[in-house]
């Protein structure tokens, strides 16, 4: 580490970085004014396999229509909730595996997010109405 002026400020060099075994990574430097310094991080829980990455929304921007892609096949219905920027749910839909589309052409227009659940994986999309 480098002092600076300001003697709680320092910039570390060539610390020593590796990963443990349990996810945690420690980094370690000997250098003044430390005879060695030693941090660990903690890592962050992570579940993308709760994420649903196997469905798309189109068109985008949307005006009558909003229609559904599905990347994988599975036969599990989708419970779509399109919710308003404030927070609200302004529209309900469960698709069956046959279904690909859902009418939105009551939603004023602007910005929409729409929440996708399949099982117990789900993903949130952002979509414009005209």
């Known amino acids: 580490?480098?002092?600076e002026p300001d003697p709680l400020l320092y910039?570390?060099?060539d610390p020593t970085v590796t990963t443990n075994s349990d996810g945690f990574q420690t980094m370690t430097y000997t250098t003044q004014p430390f005879?060695?310094?030693?941090y660990r991080n903690t890592p962050v829980l992570n579940t993308p396999e709760n994420d649903l990455a196997t469905v798309a929304i189109y068109p985008n921007p949307a005006q009558?229509?909003?229609?559904f892609q599905k990347t994988a096949t599975t036969e599990l219905a989708l419970d779509v909730r399109i919710i308003s920027v404030s927070g609200q749910v302004?529209?309900?839909n469960r698709?069956?595996?046959s279904q690909k589309s859902v009418n939105i052409a009551m939603l004023a227009p602007g910005l929409y997010f729409v929440n996708i659940s399949e099982g117990n994986k789900s993903s949130t999309h952002?979509?414009?109405v005209r």
């Open 64 to 67: 009558n229509v909003l229609h």
């Open 35 to 38: 005879l060695q310094y030693t």
């Open 95 to 97: 698709l069956e595996a």
């Open 126 to 128: 952002k979509l414009v």
């Open 1 to 3: 580490a480098i002092i």
């Open 90 to 92: 302004v529209q309900t």
């Open 11 to 13: 910039t570390i060099v």
